[in-house]
């Protein structure tokens, strides 16, 4: 991708080309650098929660599919928190700042400048999602871990947000025609800003049915058991 200069004479690698970011600063980080930093980080929270979820609790060993999903909650935390949760703080100073964090938000950024440029929709769900499904998802990984009663309420919780916050990420981007982004481009369209959003359409979705059948199941249990209570009586 060439950089592009606009008006203002600052050159940048981001989309519409004539976009105005007048504080902006290019990384001195290779795009490697950054995402070998947010794979490795996401793979020890996500090993470490496999290897704590397979120990024996009270109620027995939680099966291979729980322990990815509470797998799924643990990386879900790091990112909404961590990653996401700096977006939320500092999304004024990003373009020209040259923190670790806001040169992984400036990469990102050439697969969705709104994201460089403070966009107002982008500010809202990236904040509602930091401060309400990062710790949401580390009280799941407890959760799960501990078998609390409200595991699978907290799960469609979760689930439902993300979800939502990730389909009307795509649909506000749709509606304005793709413009923030180099439309087909290998990495920055299709695995930033297509591949590395729909996980959170995808595993969500699967997630909310299971806790669909889990809570209907506890539900139909209790039914039952109010039901023959009141036969016996």
């Known amino acids: 991708m060439m950089d592009a200069t606009t008006s203002n004479g600052v050159l940048h690698p981001y989309w519409p080309r004539d976009l105005l970011i007048p504080t902006y600063v290019a990384n001195d980080r290779s795009m490697s650098e950054i995402l070998v930093f947010l794979f490795s980080v996401s793979g020890v929270f996500l090993l470490v929660t496999w290897l704590i979820s397979g120990q024996k609790g009270a109620s027995g060993r939680l099966s291979t599919l729980r322990r990815l999903a509470v797998c799924w909650f643990a990386v879900c935390g790091f990112i909404h928190g961590i990653i996401e949760g700096w977006f939320s703080l500092y999304y004024e100073v990003?373009?020209?700042d040259q923190s670790f964090l806001s040169q992984l938000w400036k990469e990102y950024s050439k697969g969705d400048s709104r994201y460089v440029i403070a966009d107002n929709f982008t500010v809202c769900m990236e904040t509602v999602t930091a401060w309400l499904w990062g710790p949401f998802s580390?009280?799941?990984?407890?959760?799960?871990l501990t078998n609390k009663p409200y595991r699978f309420v907290l799960q469609l919780i979760i689930s439902l947000g993300q979800l939502y916050g990730a389909v009307l990420y795509f649909f506000t981007e749709h509606r304005d025609g793709y413009a923030h982004s180099e439309l087909g481009h290998p990495i920055y369209f299709w695995f930033y800003f297509v591949f590395m959003n729909a996980l959170w359409i995808g595993i969500p979705f699967v997630l909310?049915?299971?806790?669909?059948k889990q809570l209907t199941a506890a539900q139909t249990n209790s039914d039952n058991t109010k039901s023959n209570k009141s036969k016996r009586n």
């Open 94 to 96: 990003i373009p020209g």
């Open 208 to 212: 909310i049915v299971d806790s669909w």
């Open 138 to 144: 580390f009280w799941a990984v407890f959760a799960f």
